[in-house]
């Protein structure tokens, strides 16, 4: 985009403060790691004045090999022995606290891999089982976990969401003009 998407406004607050206050608003998140990578000064002042104890912000020098180094550095800063890992992107800010809930709520029912659907499209959060912690550990490049969802589809549970916000992120500034007022999301 030219500029660092998560700390562009929408609705007056930057994109990454959204994300993660929607994240603090569930009590069934015990901890929540921030990985800092590029221009990690800017973001950590978009998120000037966040104070929660479950917040711990690691920076991730190796960021620019691609976001499978955010995310195995984020997952190896959890607490050992953690349940599951909710990953979340910081430029999808429209996702509701309640369905993070739900995808929770999946997996204490047995969901090992948890994934959002509306109308059968698939998006963020999503939740992987404790059990994936040393391949979430092992990731490098730029592909996330998908790998992990594709190597494991039976152990995929899908949750059919009614509002299909979780689907929307920032990419280009195109994303940005049609969302930084809002899409009328709480």
Request: with cysteine; aromatic share 6%.
């Amino acid at each position: 985009m030219g500029r660092k998407k998560e700390t562009l406004p929408v609705s007056g607050e930057p994109i990454v403060r959204t994300v993660i206050n929607k994240l603090l608003a569930s009590r069934k998140i015990d901890e929540l790691v921030v990985v800092l990578g590029h221009r990690a000064d800017d973001v950590g002042r978009a998120l000037s004045g966040v104070v929660d104890e479950r917040v711990e912000f690691v920076g991730n020098r190796r960021y620019k090999e691609g976001m499978g180094t955010s995310l195995a550095h984020g997952v190896t800063s959890c607490s050992w022995g953690a349940d599951a890992f909710v990953v979340v992107l910081a430029d999808a800010p429209f996702f509701r606290t309640g369905d993070v809930d739900r995808l929770i709520d999946a997996h204490a029912s047995g969901g090992r891999i948890v994934v959002p659907t509306y109308g059968g499209r698939r998006g963020h959060p999503v939740l992987l089982d404790g059990s994936f912690r040393g391949q979430l550990e092992a990731l490098g490049g730029d592909t996330g976990a998908r790998r992990i969802l594709e190597d494991n589809t039976d152990a995929v549970t899908e949750v059919e969401l009614d509002d299909e916000g979780f689907l929307v992120d920032v990419d280009t500034p195109d994303d940005y003009e049609a969302v930084k007022n809002g899409i009328g999301r709480p």
